[in-house]
């Protein structure tokens, strides 16, 4: 989220598309509410008529899988009818900006941009870039008139997406469509703000990315970026999933959103030449030009005195990818299924039934040696040898089950999608053998460093090198217990040295060695600092001589009465609770809005008062830096060139469609994803034998694939099994009546579901065809409830295509048939 | 000894007691729900047993009531120009001036008290066991609900004036239920028409 | 009844506010500890299907057509409505098994109910339930944490305010306040303690019209009752009097 879940109630409008709040995220639905009492409105846009549809001041119906046309139109209608933030988006964004003149659009190309390689599936983006002077300046054009800028390249691109296109794309009706456009581009006003949540609705499509976007280009336009009630929110998929990111989980990054290392950039020097981006633009505060200071903290952090300047601080040790390697789970399991991996950490998940085309998954596992499930409870991972069709006698994978603790069972931090840390007592003792994930890697931990100093290894340094600080020792040096307050720290970082500010003379001491660092500006390239995630660095700090986790505070204060609640918790970067709040305030740090005010530069105190200000420079006015900081010309970007399939979105079918032809332009399908050939791969669109779009979902009542909730009896009670909803017509059309058992197939799989025949599915009306959509849970498996009473997993259906740029699969949108069972 | 008749068999005198203490037990019962008598309930070790015991007793009074029919059904079907008289004058219970005419075994107050007990007894029972058997079905729950009262309201006017009546009322006439013998002096004076029927006068 | 009194309290139920997530249900389980049901899915969100003796609130699915949209989606919360005027109450035998708190919630006692299940026929919303042995349960407005100050497990959770706990009064002229035209149980049955807030006729919500305690109920209550103690009273004193002016039989008389 830029901004966080309180602030939604801060919104004249709020756009929930791509979610479904009110089932999914019910909380937000308090600020939805609360918003809505105020006088905002609510839209929802879905291809079903949803829990939040019911609460929504106006639904629009789309097809799955066309968002961007959706929302193409929508940008189309914002500038036909001129309801952009004009001088918003002038001074804040790249619009202005010229465009390299050879640069080509799907207008020009037929769906594609300039530079594409149909053999590689790749783009060369030499063109996607600016025009720029003599001293690397980019050429702009403050008029927007200039055929090159920006603006003109978008407005040429999305004249196509007209109301009558549109909706013979999208299904949706007309009205509807001018409908929303209008409440939404209401909020181009600068005294008005619209905000967007997104959940998986936008992420699982092979055009994911490219959904969220377009709608960041829509909130650029009508100047919503930075604004409290402003935003792109992504409501997260679980509790603390944000945490994972920050953390660094992903493959493709490391704590704190810095890339992970690949096998050419071969030292410290050119990984930090190479990463670390670069701008002329005088407004760019270009903040990843900390990045040195940052990767090096890292490094101290995880190294610790191993890491010398000498050794360039143990960059060597760090996991490299290969040059263009992706990691991500399709990729991964297509691996582990062609018998490349002997082991597998299934670690607090269940992907026999989350990933997609789960035939393929639990096939995969079958090539494993071992497989260690860490779960709360046996679930259709740790059993997948003995799950249907499997044959137990066939399968020699050695699964070990390791019964870990559940998030009240134990201390520690979690991240919401508010980037908000707040800090969690353990409420109960854990039961039976359940351990903490951090005793089980503390453990696990120990005894491989142990075998690499015993047994030597390929290459023991990485690990035996690694940092564990974490709690008393034993006499054999083994850490007894993980005291996760020391991990806090070691994230927030110490002074590995004495710092002391060189600019004064004599050097003031900003840190002594031990300390905890107070802020992500202290952090030092040089090795005398160590911050585990620079995130996080303010997180855990030193104030008046004690130690003071900030993600524990519980302040209920509210200054702005905007929500904000600065002194609950703690928020990623620095305490900011709305990133990018320099764009609330115009160019002399007045607030666009006055009644929302952010942000406000006092004038005569010289600084700046309300949310903790983004980067901290005084207004453009006085300090000439613009408001977007990660960005290193300091504007947004309309134009984004960094995404795979193009600098602006254009609407492509997915993978398995119902149309054969896209009609906004001859690409069919995202021109960049990547298709796996094999065998358990397969996908049908416009085939007879799978004419309907499916789309898979959640429900309040279960979390994720059910295996924390199908155990609980009163959850189950309420959702006992999956089912699979459609229109009364289609309903008519097959014979089944509401209630009835079906069975769902795709080219990949098969699932029971009970049917729910409703009005509030309704089949598409496009060009010159019917299209019919269901929906199903993918909360169920086989192993839970034991009867099998719930059914299986959804993602049996689901297509393992991933978006071009994340990888996350389609399973938004695929084909199935449904028949009576 | 004065020569004595024969008025109740055993058996009758014995289902009169069960008929008898059954019923003052569920009315006692009865009262105690109706006007949620803790006190009551207390005897019984509160109202969860007394709901039993109501229950049970309830099936005592109900298989003793129609032994009864046996008994008095019969006898109190039939009325005749004396049982008319003995209206008019009012059993003599008003004026011990008037002259009651001569009676049956049973005067017709009698008889009519228990058709009255027959009916009501019936409706009772059957109500009564609508509630405890029942539950599933709200119109027969809601009307034995309303018909078990309507006929405890009889039963709560009734019983005691029968028990008056039985006492001390009329001296002399305990001593029938609890021995089923009558003085033949004093029934002559009292069944006439009964004691002539059996020949003895 | 005494029950109107300034420190009444009451769930305002606002369907509008409502997001059918159910927490509702879910905490309600949690805090009185009642087992999950076995269900299975009959084609609506709606589940368990009814009140039950361990389903104290209920959020009904409510699909109807709609002009604007595909459909209309009510979500209603259904629980006892804690009414002044209270059927169970009446009819109940049980001394204490249902009973009224000082806040005006209409709780019970499982150990002095004598499981004769007449209240749920008495109660004009259909609201109390029995386990195997008969014992009735229903929501008791959490008797146990209103009693200590905090509010119920239902309306805490509640994440959206569809479900406000607090002073009847206040929580009615807020609602008026809010716009709501109708406030459904505001006098019905004496007012009830389960009070709703609708801008539509409360029909819409499957809410009965007016809701009365079944008449046979009403007529016991009112008049057959006082008659069985005057009436054993009456016959009682007639008998005394009737000794004492009259006297008994004398067998000399005959
Ligand atoms: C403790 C109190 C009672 C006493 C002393 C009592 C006494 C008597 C006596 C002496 C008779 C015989 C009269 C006769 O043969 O002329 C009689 C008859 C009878 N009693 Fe009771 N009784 C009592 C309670 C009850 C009760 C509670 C019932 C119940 C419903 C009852 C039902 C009857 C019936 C049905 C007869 C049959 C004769 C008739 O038609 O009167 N008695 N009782
Ligand atoms: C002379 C006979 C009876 C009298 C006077 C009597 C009286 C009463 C009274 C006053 C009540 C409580 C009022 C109410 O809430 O309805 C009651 C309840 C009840 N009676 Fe009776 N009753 C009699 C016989 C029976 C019989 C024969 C049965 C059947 C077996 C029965 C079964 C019940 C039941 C089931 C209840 C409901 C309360 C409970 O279950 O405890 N009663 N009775
Ligand atoms: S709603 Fe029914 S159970 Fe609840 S108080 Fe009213 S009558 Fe009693
Ligand atoms: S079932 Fe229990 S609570 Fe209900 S009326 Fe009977 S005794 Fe009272
Ligand atoms: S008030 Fe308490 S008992 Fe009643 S529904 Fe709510 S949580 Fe359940
Ligand atoms: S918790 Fe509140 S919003 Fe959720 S279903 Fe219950 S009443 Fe509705």
Aim: net charge neutral.
């Amino acid at each position: 989220m830029t901004n966080h879940w309180i602030d939604l109630r801060n919104a004249d409008v709020i756009l929930a598309m791509g979610s479904n709040p009110a089932s999914n995220h019910p909380v937000s639905m308090k600020w939805v509410m609360k918003c809505k009492e105020k006088g905002g409105k609510l839209i929802s846009v879905d291809p079903r008529f949803t829990q939040t549809s019911a609460k929504a001041d106006l639904y629009a119906p789309l097809r799955s899988g066309t968002d961007i046309a959706f929302l193409g139109g929508m940008i189309n209608y914002i500038i036909e009818k001129n309801l952009y933030f004009k001088e918003y988006v002038v001074n804040y964004t790249n619009a202005a900006f010229l465009i390299n003149p050879d640069f080509r659009g799907p207008a020009d190309l037929d769906g594609l941009f300039s530079g594409y390689d149909a053999k590689t599936r790749k783009y060369d983006k030499a063109t996607w870039s600016y025009q720029k002077d003599e001293n690397g300046i980019a050429l702009k054009d403050p008029t927007l008139q200039d055929p090159n800028c920006v603006f003109q390249l978008l407005k040429k691109q999305y004249t196509r997406y007209t109301l009558d296109k549109v909706s013979s794309i999208t299904g949706t009706p007309k009205d509807k469509l001018v409908a929303v456009y209008e409440l939404y581009g209401s909020t181009g006003k600068p005294d008005r703000v619209g905000t967007e949540c997104y959940a998986m609705g936008w992420t699982q499509h092979t055009v994911g990315t490219q959904n969220i976007r377009t709608m960041a280009i829509i909130q650029l336009l009508l100047g919503n970026v930075g604004m409290a009630g402003g935003g792109v929110n992504a409501m997260r998929g679980e509790s603390n999933v944000q945490g994972s990111t920050d953390q660094g989980i992903l493959f493709h990054i490391l704590t704190g959103y810095n890339p992970t290392p690949n096998a050419a950039l071969v030292d410290l020097a050119t990984y930090i030449e190479k990463t670390t981006p670069t701008t002329k633009e005088p407004g760019g505060v270009n903040w990843w030009s900390n990045r040195p200071k940052y990767i090096t903290s890292y490094l101290k952090a995880i190294y610790g005195e191993a890491a010398t300047k000498e050794n360039d601080f143990g960059y060597a040790w760090l996991p490299k990818l290969e040059v263009g390697q992706n990691c991500s789970w399709l990729n991964l399991f297509d691996a582990m299924l062609k018998g490349q991996f002997e082991g597998f950490f299934a670690w607090g998940q269940n992907p026999a039934c989350s990933g997609a085309n789960s035939n393929k998954t639990r096939a995969a596992l079958g090539k494993l040696k071992w497989m260690v499930n860490v779960n709360l409870f046996d679930n259709e991972t740790g059993s997948f040898w003995r799950g249907p069709g499997m044959n137990p006698a066939e399968i020699q994978t050695e699964v070990f089950m390791l019964p870990c603790v559940s998030s009240v069972e134990k201390e520690g931090s979690i991240s919401n999608s508010g980037r908000l840390a707040q800090w969690r007592y353990k409420a109960v003792e854990p039961i039976g053998q359940a351990r903490a994930d951090a005793e089980i890697l503390n453990d696990l931990h120990f005894a491989v460093k142990e075998l690499y100093k015993k047994e030597g290894g390929a290459y023991p340094d990485p690990i035996v090198n690694l940092t564990w600080d974490y709690g008393e020792k034993d006499a054999a040096g083994k850490v007894k217990h993980v005291d996760v307050h020391k991990v806090a720290k070691e994230i927030n970082g110490y002074y590995t040295a004495d710092v002391y500010d060189t600019k004064v003379d004599p050097p003031k001491l900003i840190g002594k060695k031990g300390d905890l660092v107070t802020s992500f500006a202290l952090l030092q390239a040089d090795g005398s600092t160590s911050c585990g995630n620079w995130i996080y660095c303010n997180s855990y700090i030193l104030k008046d001589g004690k130690e003071v986790n900030m993600m524990a505070r519980r302040g209920k204060e509210d200054p702005t009465g905007l929500g904000l609640y600065p002194n609950w918790a703690w928020t990623w970067p620095v305490n900011r609770r709305v990133i990018y709040n320099r764009a609330s305030v115009d160019l002399n740090g007045n607030p666009w809005d006055p009644k929302r005010p952010l942000l406000k530069w006092n004038a005569t105190d010289k600084k700046w008062e309300g949310d903790i200000v983004d980067g901290g420079p005084p207004p453009v006015a006085v300090s000439g830096k613009l408001p977007f900081i990660m960005k290193p010309d300091g504007v947004a970007s309309i134009f984004g060139p960094g995404l795979a399939e193009g600098p602006f979105p254009e609407h492509y079918e997915a993978l398995e469609c119902p149309l054969e032809e896209n009609s906004m332009s001859k690409q069919r399908i995202n021109p960049t994803i990547k298709i796996f050939g094999g065998e358990s791969d397969a996908f049908f669109s416009c085939d007879l034998r799978y004419p309907y779009v499916a789309s898979t979902y959640r429900v309040s009542e279960h979390w994720q694939t059910g295996v924390k909730t199908r155990h609980c009896p009163w959850l189950l009670e309420m959702q006992p099994q999956n089912f699979c909803e459609m229109s009364i017509e289609l309903g008519k059309e097959l014979g089944i009546k509401n209630g009835d058992m079906v069975k769902v197939s795709s080219a990949r799989g098969e699932v029971q579901a009970v049917a729910m025949v409703t009005e509030r599915f309704k089949p598409f009306n496009l060009a010159n065809q019917t299209v019919h959509q269901i929906g199903l849970t993918w909360h169920f498996g086989w192993q839970f409830p034991e009867d099998g009473s719930g059914f299986d997993s959804a993602n049996m259906l689901t297509p393992n295509v991933g978006d071009a740029n994340t990888m996350i699969p389609e399973s938004k949108a695929f084909m199935v048939n449904v028949r009576k069972a | 000894m004065a020569e004595m008749v024969q008025k109740e068999s055993g058996g009758a005198i014995l289902n009169h007691w069960a008929l008898a203490i059954s019923c003052i037990l569920l009315m006692i019962t009865g009262f105690a729900f109706l006007f949620h008598l803790e006190w009551i309930g207390s005897v019984f070790g509160g109202f969860n047993t007394m709901k039993t015991v109501h229950n049970w007793v309830g099936v005592i009074f109900s298989v003793s009531l129609v032994f009864t029919m046996f008994q008095y059904l019969g006898d109190s079907l039939k009325y005749d120009a004396d049982d008319a008289q003995w209206f008019k004058v009012a059993g003599g219970y008003l004026s011990h001036k008037v002259k009651v005419p001569p009676m049956g075994k049973h005067n017709p107050g009698q008889k009519l008290y228990y058709l009255g007990i027959a009916l009501f007894g019936l409706l009772i029972a059957l109500s009564g066991f609508g509630i405890w058997l029942m539950k599933e079905n709200t119109t027969i729950m809601l009307l034995s609900h309303l018909v078990h009262n309507v006929a405890f309201v009889f039963f709560c006017i009734m019983v005691p004036v029968h028990i008056y009546l039985s006492t001390l009322a009329n001296p002399g006439t305990l001593p029938i239920m609890l021995s089923g013998k009558v003085p033949l002096a004093l029934a002559k004076k009292r069944y006439p028409k009964w004691v002539k029927a059996m020949g003895k006068m | 009844m005494a029950n109107n009194t300034k420190n009444r309290k009451a769930i305002l139920v606002t369907p509008e506010l409502c997001i059918g997530c159910r927490a509702c249900q879910v905490s309600c389980k949690s805090w009185n500890q009642l087992p999950g049901i076995k269900t299975h899915n009959s084609g609506t969100y709606q589940n368990p299907p009814d009140l039950s003796n361990t389903a104290f609130n209920l959020i009904n699915f409510i699909e109807m057509p709609s002009q604007e949209n595909p459909a209309r989606w009510l979500f209603v919360s259904r629980r006892c409505m804690h009414c002044d005027d209270a059927g169970c109450m009446k009819i109940c035998p049980a001394a204490g098994a249902i009973y009224r708190t000082p806040e005006g919630a209409v709780a019970f006692d499982s150990d002095k109910c004598v499981a004769c299940k007449l209240c749920v026929n008495a109660c004009p919303f259909d609201v109390p339930r029995y386990n195997d042995q008969g014992k009735m349960s229903k929501c008791h407005l959490c008797f146990d944490r209103i009693g200590s100050g905090m509010e119920p497990a239902c309306t805490k959770t509640c994440p959206t305010g569809a479900l406000k706990y607090g002073d009847r009064d206040e929580l009615v002229k807020t609602a008026k306040v809010d716009g709501f035209s109708t406030i459904y149980g505001e006098n019905d049955l004496g007012g009830l303690g389960a009070v709703y807030a609708f801008k539509e006729a409360p029909k819409l919500y499957g809410m009965k019209e007016n809701p009365v305690i079944p008449s046979s109920v009403i007529f016991w209550h009112k008049y057959l009752k006082p008659l069985s103690w005057i009436g054993l009273g009456g016959v009682v004193a007639a008998a005394a009097i009737h000794y004492l002016a009259i006297g008994p039989h004398k067998d000399e008389e005959v």
